[in-house]
């Protein structure tokens, strides 16, 4: 429980903008999983931490510090390597890795992508293993920052416009208004149409059940 908490505040430090006070909740909660044999916990809140270093990356770059970046490659890669040693640990003595750890290890090296230059691969990947272990918030999420990369690396433009409309559609399913909201501003941006296609309105005679002379 107080685990899933320092977990919830990180993510809503980041949604906030406080980066340094979701990094702190990101330590705590690692504190709190050292040591013990959360198979489930400890890679979610890996993979939360990872996401507070590539944005903490970003909001660097934005404001001229980018000597930082090369210390946040360090601490993503060291939460990387936590999992791998967990997993391996899991495995050796013939355990069982969970669905949920394996999407967190996937996208927690997606997220260390997004540090340096965010790798559309690599997204592809934890969409598709999210998708699989039916984990819906982040299959949507790493389908947004897949079709985010695309567009950064300006290719694949058609390519990044399906994979914004897939996301989009799980989101709206879903009820999450801020991934949506994130949806929509990269679609905006990058003046990609995501609204949905309507049917050719039905002809009257249709309406009206009349056979096809009848409409004549």
């Known amino acids: 429980q107080r685990g899933t908490f320092f977990q919830r505040s990180a993510e809503l430090a980041m949604a906030e903008g406080r980066l340094e006070d979701a990094w702190m909740a990101v330590e705590q909660g690692l504190a709190l999983a050292a040591g013990t044999d959360d198979g489930s916990h400890a890679p979610e809140i890996r993979m939360v931490g990872a996401r507070v270093l590539a944005d903490r990356a970003e909001h660097a770059r934005t404001h001229g510090r980018p000597a930082e970046v090369d210390k946040l ?63 819906a918030n982040l299959t949507a999420y790493a389908r947004w920052r897949e079709a985010e990369a695309l567009l950064g690396g300006r290719t694949g433009r058609a390519r990044a416009h399906e994979r ?25 941006r990058a003046r990609l149409d995501l609204a949905p296609v309507n049917a050719a309105p039905a002809a009257p005679a249709a309406d009206l059940g009349l056979t096809p002379r009848e409409s004549e």
Not at 98 to 120: G, K, M, N, W
Not at 171 to 180: I, N, V, W
Request: negative net charge; glycine residues 4%; charged residues 20%.
């Open 164 to 188: 914004l409309l897939e996301a989009r559609g799980i989101a709206t399913r879903m009820g999450a208004a801020p991934l949506l909201a994130r949806i929509d501003e990269l679609a905006q």
């Open 73 to 135: 490659v360090q601490q993503a890669s060291d939460l990387i390597e936590a999992t791998e040693a967990s997993v391996a640990t899991i495995t050796s003595r013939g355990g069982h890795v969970t669905p949920h750890a394996q999407v967190c290890l996937v996208t927690t090296r997606a997220e260390r992508s997004r540090i340096t230059t965010s790798d559309p691969q690599l997204w592809a990947e934890a969409a598709l293993v999210a998708s699989a272990a039916r984990e």
